[in-house]
């Protein structure tokens, strides 16, 4: 009978561990969300993102150019090997 008590003592334990443990983590994420959200209330009259947004439009246009010249590149492979085919068949 001694040994049931203690199961039921040690998984109320358990229970009890894992509320608390959930209960800190609900107040830890309620607070860092009213943190950030102060801060981004004010993230306008802090930062300037005016030279950050002419990066990424460089950035952006770096990209494709980069996948445009990988799309040739692998035109000119495929229109070669058709080609080769077209060759060795004749």
Do not use: C, P, W
């Not at 004010?42 to 980069?66: C, E, M, P, R």
């Not at 035109?75 to 070669?80: H, L, R, T, W």
């Amino acid at each position: 009978m001694e040994k049931n008590q203690l199961v039921v003592s040690s998984d109320q334990r358990g229970r009890k561990a894992l509320t608390n443990l959930r209960n800190a983590a609900f107040v830890g994420g309620v607070s860092a969300m009213t943190a950030l959200a102060s801060v981004g209330a004010h993230a306008d009259d802090t930062i300037d993102v005016s030279g950050l947004t002419g990066q990424l439009t460089s950035a952006k246009a770096t990209v494709l150019l980069l996948f445009a010249a990988g799309l040739i590149v692998l035109g000119i492979f495929a229109g070669y090997r058709y080609l080769k085919r077209g060759a060795n068949s004749a």
